[in-house]
Every structure is written in structure tokens, then in C-alpha cells.
């Protein structure tokens, strides 16, 4: 079973591998427009944030603005959490593309979010002469139609939209950037859009937690990412309840808030049964003020109804996950979902980041019918969620959906495969074998090289980077995905130099990775298959040992296969030299010697 698994997913990777090549010899060859430093304006306009910007906010401005002075066009994800600064990110990237005569476009899922961002963007950058226009169903035809003709003679600087900015009639005269919020709630049809954007323009990409396709690429290497793991000043993590749907626990969670003045979102996420859940709430808190919000609603309907929960007329607002995306009021702090089982987990995350937005304790509820049985896969998302509670979750929850998901197509139109069958560390190795092979010209969908996780290498002894050693779980990962790319023994060394002054005291488990990642290199250099410790016996398979090596090595009855290139040492060799040796690095100088290989 494990061996077709394996033939599967090695199948699947090198086609997968096949296609990224494709996207990135465009991506080598094509040269992007390089913005210059920043302007005297640039700075007055990030002078204007009213809040502290994180440290980590911070370095992701930097990179987004290193990779806009560069002439490479830019595609960087911004992964953090919501309400955590990725906007004031994507504002700064925006203005700086004005202040280069650029166009930019800023992509969002929903019409609400459109709007928001419209009104944002035009208070920050029209005292600064910048002109922003919107295209939403809030617009009339006349104010959509103007809209889209400045954009084309170049008197609009950036247009805010849904995906209708990627119809036909949007003709921008100048298009430098292109921002899209949550580009997980876009289509496969959108994403294919996206796909042919990157190859000419600086795309940024925000999202508080990206789909399993969009992380993964992320992960590989194929996209840039930039991390925003810090919380504002006195930002409270949401408590968070998963359970069976319960009157009395509804009742009681509303009466609560109204009794601190805020306000509630409660979300039924069908419009068909909207008014029933309507009817659930007035039965639940009959003092409340009820509003509902769905999309098949009229403009002015929803915008009205928008506008009075923000103003506080009302004390509940029954919504569809209309409310996903982009609704900023500090005021509601609890948020109730039925039938939370038929949701994703970024979307059930997204939703809890609607509340909690201000220092005052938020509560987020996630029922379930009573007495139905969930499948595994909606009891994984929930439990994923009642676990990730505390600020910055974000990224975890997005690495749990890619394990309970799996990676799929990262290209093509399928979002979910099976990564787990293979790794992070042979797409890492397959994907770095596919440049090589693509800068050397000799690349084929079936001819791809093989990978270096294909080498079996079994030496008895921790190998992995402890917890306490490393804490965050996403700097974890950035450290394995190093790990795994590296193809010579100089990046493993400066690999290992770098990781010691970032975390000094290295324990042995870590120690043991680097030098099991030498040892892999040098395999794969030599053609050696396997380094495998087992009944008694080292055995090294495919090396071409040299006679002088083999003379000194029989004295330890060492034996050599010459026509299976096979050789192999009792593990008495190594136990002779007492207890306390690095069992890795001495078989990696044995090997080096076998091989004729000097320090």
C-alpha cells in the first residue's frame, strides 16, 4: 500500500513540478517595472497612521517595498490575522505605486469589504491628491461608467472592486499593482486571472488564513510570504465555545451583551431558512432589536440595514457569511453561528475575526444541530478551532486546513489533494530539482531528476527542531523547508551557521537534522541510495568505494559488495568509541572518507 502511495504521489508531484516550471520560466524571463525610493509624500502619508505599527508589520512593509524596487515583478502573500495590520501594509504598497504614475487595483471579495476599503483608502490618500473611485452594485451605472472611464485615461489612480474589476471593459491605462483581500473566497475562474496578472504587475495578496493551494506555494517557495504574528496593543483573544445548538445558551450569550451595550452577529448561512433563525432570536432575547443581512437582498436594502447596526439602532444583525469579510465594528463583540459543521475552517475563522476588534472581551459561539452525527472532517475543523484560541492563530489554523485538506493542484482548477502522502520536504526538493533542471535546459514532464527525499537514510537518533527550542510553528517550518532545499553542503553549512546565532544552545535533535541534511547532500552528489543502520550492520548501497579506503576499512570486517555497490560495517565499529560520540557526524566523516572527500 505504501509503495503505491508513494509511486502516486511522485507521479503527481513531478507533474505538479512539470507545471510550476512553466509559470516560473515566465516568471524568470519577465522583467517588472522598478519602482524608485520613497517620496517625501510616502513618508507624510505613513506619518498619518494613527496606531504604533507592529514589529512585524513593519517587516513586512520592507518587503513589500524591497520587492517593488526591484525588476522582478513582485508576488508576495501577507499572511496575519485579522485586524492586525494588513491593510495598512497594502495602503503603503498602493500609494507608493501612485507616487510612480502606476495604477492599482484592489480586489475584494464581497461589496461591504469594497466599500470599506473604497472609504479607507480615499480618507488616507485624497488629502494627497490621489484619485480612488469604486465599482460595486452600491454605485449607479453613470457613477460605474465614469469610474471605469478615468481608469482607462489615467485620471483614476486605483480602483477598489469585486471581481467585476476582472471583466473585459476595466482597461487600465497604466497598471502597476494589483491588491486582492482573501483571494481564498475568489473562484478558480478569478484565480486563473490572478495567475496571468503575475507575470507583468507587482501582485500582494492579504489573508488572515490562506487556502491550503495558496499557504502551500507559499511554503514552497513559489510565492513570497511575509508574517504578521504580532497583536495591536490590548487586543483580547476571543473565547471561543463549540457545542450543540441550545436555546438557553443563545439567550443567555445575547442578554449578556446587551447588557454591556454591544451588539450581536448571529449567522445562519441560509437565506431560505433566514427568517426562521429571525424567528430563533426574538424567541431567545425577545427585547432585541433584530436586523438581517443577505445577499440576494436589494443595494439600498443591505447598505440601510449596514448602516443602522453601525450606527447602533440594532442589537442583532442575522446574516449569511455576507459578514465574512471586511466588516469592521468595534462594538460587536459577540458572534453566534448555527450549523458551524457545514462551514469551512478559514471561513469559521474569518468569521470569529468579525469580533474582538477592540479591547473589550469578545465571545464567539460554534453550534451544531443536537443529536447529529458531524463526519470526521467537520469534528477536525471544529476541534481545530476550540484549540487555536489565542491571538495570531491565523497561520496555525490555515496549516491545520492543509492537513485536514490536503495541498491540491496548487495550478489547475482541483482544491484539495493528498500532501500528506508525500511531505513538505520532496515537493520542497522536487520544486528546487525543477529550477535546476529548467536553468539547464534538460527538464521533462516524465525525465525530472530524482528527488533527495528519495535517498533512505535511517541512522538511529532524534532529528527534528524541538519545540522549546523554536516556538512559533510557522518559524519551524520555514526552517525545515530550508532545510529540505538545501543541494550542497556549503548552504547546509551556512544553514547551521545562521540557525546557531538566531538560536544559540542548538540541542542534539537539531544538530542531528544538519548533519543528516550534509549526509543527504553528499549522498546525492555521489549517487548513494541508501545509509541505513539495521541487524548490527551499516550498509551504505550505491557508492564506488576506492581500494585504498576498502584496505583500511577491512581491519573493522567491513564488507564490499562491488557489483551492488554495496558496503556495509558492523555497528561494533562505531560502539568501540564509547557512548557519548555524535553517532551522525561520525558516519558522515566514514562516509566522506569512503568517498575520498576532504574537510
Not at 1 to 18: G, H, P
Not at 56 to 68: C, G, L, N, P, S
Not at 466 to 479: G, L
Request: hydrophobic share 40%; charged share 25%.
Amino acid at each position: 500500500d505504501w509503495s503505491r502511495a508513494l509511486a502516486k504521489a511522485r507521479k503527481a508531484t513531478k507533474e505538479m513540478a512539470f507545471d510550476l516550471m512553466d509559470v516560473y520560466s515566465r516568471r524568470l524571463k519577465s522583467v517588472g517595472f522598478r519602482f524608485g525610493e520613497d517620496t517625501p509624500e510616502q513618508i507624510a502619508m505613513e506619518a498619518a497612521f494613527p496606531y504604533k505599527e507592529t514589529s512585524d508589520q513593519m517587516a513586512a512593509i520592507e518587503d513589500v517595498k524591497a520587492d517593488m524596487q526591484s525588476n522582478k515583478p513582485m508576488d508576495r502573500l501577507i499572511c496575519g490575522d485579522v485586524g492586525f495590520g494588513k491593510t495598512e501594509v497594502a495602503m503603503r504598497a498602493a500609494f507608493k505605486a501612485t507616487q510612480n504614475k502606476k495604477q492599482v487595483m484592489v480586489l475584494c471579495p464581497t461589496t461591504i469589504l469594497a466599500q470599506q476599503h473604497y472609504a479607507a483608502f480615499k480618507d488616507r490618500f485624497e488629502p494627497f491628491g490621489v484619485t480612488i473611485e469604486v465599482l460595486s452594485r452600491f454605485r449607479t451605472p453613470a457613477q460605474q461608467k465614469s469610474a471605469l472611464e478615468g481608469f482607462e485615461n489615467g485620471s483614476v489612480s486605483i480602483l477598489v472592486g469585486t471581481h467585476r474589476l476582472l471583466s473585459r471593459d476595466v482597461n487600465p491605462r497604466d497598471l502597476g499593482l494589483v491588491i486582492i483581500d482573501e483571494e481564498q473566497r475568489f473562484g478558480v475562474v478569478h484565480k486563473e486571472h490572478f495567475k496571468n496578472l503575475r507575470e507583468s504587475v507587482d501582485v500582494l495578496t492579504l489573508s488572515a488564513t490562506p487556502i491550503p493551494r495558496t499557504l502551500q506555494m507559499s511554503l514552497s517557495g513559489i510565492r513570497d510570504m511575509s508574517l504578521i504574528m504580532t497583536p495591536p496593543q490590548n487586543r483580547r483573544a476571543v473565547e471561543v465555545h463549540v457545542g450543540e445548538w441550545d436555546p438557553d445558551v443563545i439567550s443567555d450569550a445575547i442578554r449578556r451583551e446587551l447588557a454591556r451595550n454591544g451588539q450581536v452577529y448571529y449567522v445562519s448561512n441560509r437565506v431560505n431558512g433566514i427568517e426562521d433563525a429571525v424567528a430563533r432570536v426574538a424567541e431567545a432575547a425577545g427585547e432585541a432589536r433584530i436586523g438581517v443581512a443577505h445577499g440576494k437582498m436589494s443595494k439600498d436594502k443591505l447598505e440601510g440595514i449596514m448602516e443602522e447596526f453601525s450606527a447602533g439602532k440594532l442589537d442583532v444583525l442575522v446574516a449569511t457569511t455576507i459578514i465574512e469579510s471586511g466588516i469592521d465594528n468595534p462594538h460587536t463583540n459577540t458572534l453566534i453561528i448555527e450549523d458551524s459543521q457545514r462551514l469551512g475552517l478559514a471561513q469559521m475563522y474569518q468569521l470569529k475575526g468579525r469580533v474582538g476588534r477592540s479591547s473589550v472581551q469578545a465571545y464567539a459561539y460554534f453550534l451544531f444541530p443536537a443529536n447529529s452525527a458531524l463526519t470526521e472532517e467537520a469534528m477536525l475543523r471544529l476541534n481545530a478551532l476550540d484549540e487555536n484560541r489565542e491571538l495570531g492563530s491565523g497561520l496555525r489554523i490555515a496549516l491545520r486546513d492543509l492537513e485536514i485538506r490536503g495541498a491540491g493542484s496548487l495550478l489547475g482548477a482541483e482544491q484539495s489533494g493528498n500532501i500528506t502522502a508525500v511531505g513538505f520536504d520532496l515537493f520542497a526538493q522536487m520544486l528546487a530539482d525543477a529550477v535546476s533542471a529548467l536553468r539547464e535546459g534538460r527538464a521533462t514532464p516524465s525525465g525530472l531528476p530524482e528527488a533527495q527525499s528519495d535517498i533512505a537514510i535511517n541512522i538511529p537518533g532524534p532529528t527534528f527542531l524541538p519545540q522549546e527550542y523554536i516556538e512559533a510553528a510557522d518559524e519551524r517550518i520555514a526552517w525545515y523547508r530550508s532545510i529540505a532545499d538545501c543541494a550542497i553542503e556549503t548552504e547546509v553549512d551556512a544553514l547551521r551557521e545562521d540557525l546557531s546565532k538566531k538560536h544559540p544552545d542548538m540541542p542534539v535533535p537539531a544538530k542531528n537534522l544538519l548533519t543528516k541534511a550534509t549526509i543527504r547532500v553528499l549522498a546525492n552528489q555521489y549517487g548513494i541510495k541508501s545509509v541505513i543502520w539495521s541487524g548490527g550492520r551499516l550498509t551504505i548501497s550505491g557508492i564506488e568505494a576506492d581500494g585504498e579506503s576498502l584496505k583500511q576499512m577491512r581491519i573493522y570486517a567491513a564488507r564490499y559488495d562491488k557489483d551492488g555497490k554495496r558496503f556495509s560495517i558492523p555497528t561494533k565499529y562505531f560502539e568501540r568509541m564509547g557512548e557519548d560520540i555524535d553517532l551522525f557526524d561520525e558516519i558522515l566523516k566514514l562516509l566522506r572518507f569512503m568517498l575520498g572527500v576532504r574537510d
